[in-house]
């Protein structure tokens, strides 16, 4: 029983394959060398690294799935880039929580409104964020270093679909660069790192999740993202924050950063 999708799919692969192939002209070595490159790819793969998707990431083919599949009616927050790093179940925090754990890094204050397509506010929505510690690192990565959950939580909208928290401003890193995607980049001169940013998913019963990031404005890689995760519709506003009064209020012993 042939599949027609998949016949569809492979004609298209084999065509644009030969014609790579004459554009090239690779040598026997060559070819050689790429079967061993997709074999060390899948080497690296294990429970929590999968090292192809850092390929199809880094290809920009991840995104160009996701832009395929998540047409949005204007106005709608835009997806991005989901990354490895996303772990389910992290724990229920209540609005004005910080969810800074190590207490490294410039304090920020985010706040944002969860709105359906027509602009009525959600109540009730999950609002899921994770983002690396001031080192560059997701907590998954250093456990053991950094305390567990760090950086990590679950907001819940209120009535108003508001949300707010207490985190620290996103730096860039690197993506994983100690395998075979990492030496790729390498040797085709291209750095392995993230624009600076914080991940959000957002659920709501009866609507389309969201899955997206909040980007720092000032970060230099922006316009050189590694996996093409940036739009311009995510850059967010940092706003310094001096003001006594709205410090304590927020209960922040120092300036801080007002996000949205
Ligand atoms: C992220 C990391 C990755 O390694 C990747 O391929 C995509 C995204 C991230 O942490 O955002
Ligand atoms: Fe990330």
């Known amino acids: 029983n042939a599949d027609p999708r998949l016949r569809q799919v492979m004609t298209s692969v084999v065509k644009h394959l030969h014609e790579v192939i004459k554009e090239v002209e690779p040598t026997h070595d060559e070819l050689m060398a ?24 880094v290809l920009g083919a991840t995104m160009l799935v996701d832009a ?5 009616p204007g106005g709608a927050t835009e997806n991005t880039i989901l990354g490895p790093f996303f772990v389910p179940n992290s724990p229920k925090r209540a609005n004005g929580d910080d969810i800074c754990l190590d207490h490294k ?19 009730g929505a999950s609002i899921e964020v994770w983002q690396t510690n001031d080192d560059g690192f997701y907590d998954v990565q250093q456990k053991g270093v950094q305390p567990d959950w760090n ?34 980049l390498g040797r085709i001169g291209r750095h392995p ?34 996996v093409f995760g940036v739009k311009s519709s995510l850059i967010a506003d940092f706003q310094r924050v001096e003001d006594r009064a709205e410090r304590e ?12």
């Open 34 to 57: 790429a079967i061993q490159f997709l074999t060390d790819t899948g080497h690296k793969c294990n429970d929590w690294r999968q090292e192809f998707i850092l390929l199809s990431d």
């Open 68 to 72: 395929i599949n998540h047409r949005r």
């Open 105 to 123: 890094g410039e304090p920020m204050l985010v706040e944002g409104r969860v709105l359906d397509t027509q602009g009525k506010p959600v109540a």
């Open 151 to 184: 950086l990590r939580g679950n907001f819940t909208s209120d009535a108003d679909g508001r949300y707010w928290f207490r985190s620290v401003r996103p730096r860039f890193y690197a993506i994983p660069d100690d395998g075979p995607v990492g030496k790729l």
């Open 193 to 226: 790192n993230r624009a600076a940013h914080m991940h959000l998913m957002v659920n709501a019963p009866g609507h389309e999740p969201v899955i997206s990031h909040i980007f720092d404005p000032d970060c230099p890689y922006l316009d050189q993202d590694t």
């Open 249 to 260: 209020r927020h209960g922040f012993a120092g300036p801080f950063w007002r996000v949205h």
